[in-house]
Antibody, heavy 123, light 108 residues
Framework: QVQLVQSGAEVKKPGSSVKVSCKAS????????ISWVRQTPGQGLEWMGG????????NYAQKFQGRVTITADESTSAAYMELSSLRSEDTAVYYC????????????????WGRGTLVTVSS | EIVMTQSPATLSVSPGERATLSCRAS??????LAWYQQKPGQAPRLLIY???TRATGIPARFSGSGSGTEFTLTISSLQSEDFAVYYC??????????FGGGTKVEIK
């Protein structure tokens, strides 16, 4: 069965960038969309943006617009989330999630989650 | 942006009892509402989508109801593995997709 395998934990300096990867193991991204959701320490869940790999179109939350770039490579079933101008408040676990597909239509709930990547921003 | 509000923040329940969790949307989301369960140190897991459809492999003791702005997740008889944090999420109007702040179900 399909799993989303994310890259390992990162420690970054304020002002730098981080790029987190997500690869579908045991399957592909075909006919699915991918989103990124983050969870800050002790806090809830926050949607950052998503992409439909076959169309190569991305949407972002306004909060992250201009700082986040989500890309996908359908040929390798991999997706990436790059966040720039990092600050301490970006310290969080970043999840790659698969968007639901109901009868061939994208339904933007999340039916499969990666294990998360901890990004720590510290000087 | 649609704001999702969950109540209560913490729910203390004895094993075997029923738990009722609420989620309110700041405007109608029709039935475009999902529920997730998160245990410590784990990623969230989809429980319910379409307000009332159980995801694959989710036990029948979990049920969702509601439409518009008021939604409920009911766990009919709490098992030890059900003590966790539960989140609702709307996918009617976006960006952004939005989550509620969560309800922690703890052992009474």
């Amino acid at each position: 069965q399909v799993q989303l395998v994310q890259s390992g934990a990162e420690v970054k300096k304020p002002g730098s960038s981080v790029k987190v990867s997500c690869k579908a193991s045991g399957g592909t991204f075909s006919n699915y969309a991918i989103s990124w959701v983050r969870q800050t320490p002790g806090q809830g869940l926050e949607w950052m943006g998503g992409i439909i790999p076959i169309f190569d179109t991305a949407n972002y939350a306004q909060k992250f617009q201009g700082r986040v770039t989500i890309t996908a490579d359908e040929s390798t079933s991999a997706a990436y989330m790059e966040l720039s101008s990092l600050r301490s408040e970006d310290t969080a676990v970043y999840y790659c999630v698969r968007v639901g597909n109901t009868s061939g239509y994208y339904s933007w709930y999340f039916d499969l989650w990666g294990r998360g990547t901890l990004v720590t921003v510290s000087s | 942006e649609i704001v999702m509000t969950q109540s209560p923040a913490t729910l203390s329940v004895s094993p075997g009892e029923r738990a009722t969790l609420s989620c309110r949307a700041s405007q109608s989301v029709s039935s475009n509402l999902a529920w997730y369960q998160q245990k410590p140190g784990q990623a969230p897991r989809l429980l319910i989508y379409g307000a009332s459809t159980r995801a694959t492999g989710i036990p029948a003791r979990f049920s969702g109801s509601g439409s518009g702005t008021e939604f409920t997740l009911t766990i009919s008889s709490l098992q030890s593995e059900d003590f966790a944090v539960y989140y609702c999420q709307q996918y009617k109007k976006w960006p952004p997709l939005t989550f509620g702040g969560g309800t922690k179900v703890e052992i009474k």
